[in-house]
């Protein structure tokens, strides 16, 4: 590693973080040295957002000091610190919806576009070009409003508006799960620049794979423990595993049969399904006891079609209908026919952030802890929540905690078990382990598989090829909002196979 001659150029000192009772972080000694690209791995809840927003000024630590080029670190916000030097691309959301992508980009700093009293909206949108083409990006533009742009590009939003300031420390946070392969690849262009430049990134990704090809050294965080650092000549993936999780990860990752089996009865059929350049005339049938995997570039017009089953994108023409016939034309309709629906962009469409978890798995779970006379108890309704709670781990101090307060992970957790403890026949799954820990994810394919031999239907919109051929028993894959090409189940099947259709 190049870096350990060198001074770091961030230093945190044992660094404590307490939430009311939570430890977040306890005692955490973190360097991170000039030209060095570090990982940052770790369960759900291990403290990695924690650790590199203390650092990024989004909060500050309960005990312990920073040193930035070896002066006292302590900056006052986000904006202090990424004007100083350290910024981040945050886990979560962080644009702003109802205005424009220049106003994301240059917001809280308006000011410097004013022009007799009111702000030069050229001259902001030709700034924001020039920000957004700095990244490689020429698909969009300054003026287009937030709203328009698809998961992704908000996403690509926050890199420009962060490397407008040209930091010594660029943090990114689970960003690459919110990519798909184009994405990644300029934002892996752009930590190569980084890097060149003699300055550094912190990474966090729970994709083993992806973190031990594109960073020099890599750190492992359990429980608020920093437990080891490796670097690039000792990574190896069973060890970093087995210091993630504290033991050795056993038994089947993705389904172990390799038979295409489903049931004859159909559960939905999509018909001739049009809208907006997005999708055109596409037709699926869905049965009961199958796993339908739909993958894809981020554009190809899938999670529009997720959407669109669920009832909550109207087709410009086409049908969406139950087995029984009966037409979905919105979510209210489609849970009333016990279709559930997991977004990939479950801040802004799958969670009440403010309320609490109960809260939040309780409602579309009602009907299987009323009695059978229609009572609700309370005493019922926490026994259903506290099941999906133990099924998905999820890390909480209880029930009550808002759902805001938790990890990036927790929170999709949250969702899964909203929807999948709660008696959905049909399930429609847009990227449901986005963001969650192997060890999660692990638990998450067994319940899928479990529900597929219970007969329910299940479709799964993903961009990950190894999690499509793992668990699907068809996929379809789609490329401009047409399916192209259709694969059955097969032992042989590889993402070279898939990946010529899919662009
Ligand atoms: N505002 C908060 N209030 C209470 N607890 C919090 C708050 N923010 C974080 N925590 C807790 O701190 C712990 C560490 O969370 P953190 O977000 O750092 O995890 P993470 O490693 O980033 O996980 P993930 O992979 O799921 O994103 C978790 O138990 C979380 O619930
Ligand atoms: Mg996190």
Redesign the pocket.
């Known amino acids: 590693m190049q870096g350990i001659m060198n001074k770091p150029i961030l230093e945190m000192k044992n660094i404590t973080?307490k939430?009311?009772t939570?430890t977040?972080?306890k005692n955490v000694n973190l360097e991170v040295y000039p030209g060095e690209i570090r990982g940052?791995i770790?369960?759900?809840?291990?403290?990695?957002?924690?650790?590199s927003?203390i650092a990024a000024g989004m909060?500050k630590p309960s005990e312990g000091r920073m040193l930035f080029h070896g002066e006292m670190w302590q900056p006052e916000s986000m904006v202090d610190a990424l004007n100083k030097g350290i910024g981040m691309v945050v886990?979560e959301s962080g644009t702003i919806s109802g205005i424009s992508v220049a106003e994301n980009i240059f917001l809280g700093e308006l000011g410097n576009f004013r022009r007799h009293f009111a702000v030069d909206k050229k001259k902001l949108c030709e700034e924001a070009d020039k920000a957004l083409a700095n990244i490689g990006i020429t698909e969009f533009k300054g003026r287009d409003i937030i709203d328009t742009l698809s998961f992704q590009e908000r996403k690509l939003v926050e890199i420009a508006k962060v490397m407008l300031k040209n930091p010594d420390i660029l943090v990114i946070?689970?960003t690459s799960t919110a990519l798909s392969h184009d994405g990644r690849q300029i934002m892996y262009r752009m930590m190569d620049k980084i890097r060149e430049a003699g300055h550094s990134v912190i990474f966090?990704s729970?994709d083993l794979d992806e973190i031990m090809e594109v960073c020099d050294t890599l750190t492992v965080?359990r429980d608020?423990n920093l437990i080891r650092t490796f670097t690039k000549d000792e990574f190896d993936e069973d060890k970093i595993r087995t210091s993630m999780i504290g033991r050795e990860l056993n038994g089947d990752y993705y389904r172990a049969d390799f038979s295409a089996a489903h049931r004859e009865e159909k559960a939905l059929t999509a018909a001739k399904l049009c809208y907006a350049n997005k999708i055109k005339n596409l037709s699926l049938t869905l049965h009961k006891g199958e796993i339908l995997g739909v993958g894809g570039l981020s554009d190809c017009g899938m999670h529009e079609l997720g959407e669109m089953l669920f009832g909550a994108i109207k087709p410009e023409s086409g049908t969406v209908r139950t087995a029984e016939g009966r037409e979905i034309k919105s979510p209210h309709q489609a849970v009333a026919e016990k279709i559930g629906y997991v977004s990939k962009d479950r801040d802004r469409k799958s969670l009440c952030l403010e309320a609490s978890i109960k809260d939040n798995i309780s409602v579309a779970g009602m009907n299987r802890y009323m009695t059978k006379t229609g009572l609700i108890t309370g005493r019922r309704e926490r026994a259903y929540v506290e099941e999906q709670i133990d099924a998905l781990k999820i890390?909480?101090?209880d029930q009550n905690?808002?759902v805001?307060?938790?990890?990036?992970?927790?929170?999709?957790k949250v969702v899964f078990g909203k929807w999948i403890g709660c008696g959905s026949e049909i399930l429609i799954l847009d990227c449901p382990t986005r963001?969650?820990?192997i060890g999660v994810k692990q638990a998450m394919y067994q319940l899928m598989t479990r529900l597929k031999e219970e007969g329910k239907a299940i479709l799964m919109i993903s961009e990950e090829l190894p999690e499509l051929i793992g668990m699907s028993d068809r996929i379809l894959i789609m490329k401009d909002g047409e399916v192209t090409k259709e694969f059955e189940r097969s032992k042989d099947l590889t993402e070279a196979d898939i990946i010529n259709y899919m662009i």
């Open positions: 973080k939430f009311g939570v977040a972080l940052l770790g369960e759900n809840g291990s403290g990695k957002s924690t650790i927003s909060q886990q946070d689970e966090i729970h965080l608020g890390k909480c101090s905690q808002a805001s307060q938790l990890s990036g992970g927790n929170k999709q963001g969650v820990d």
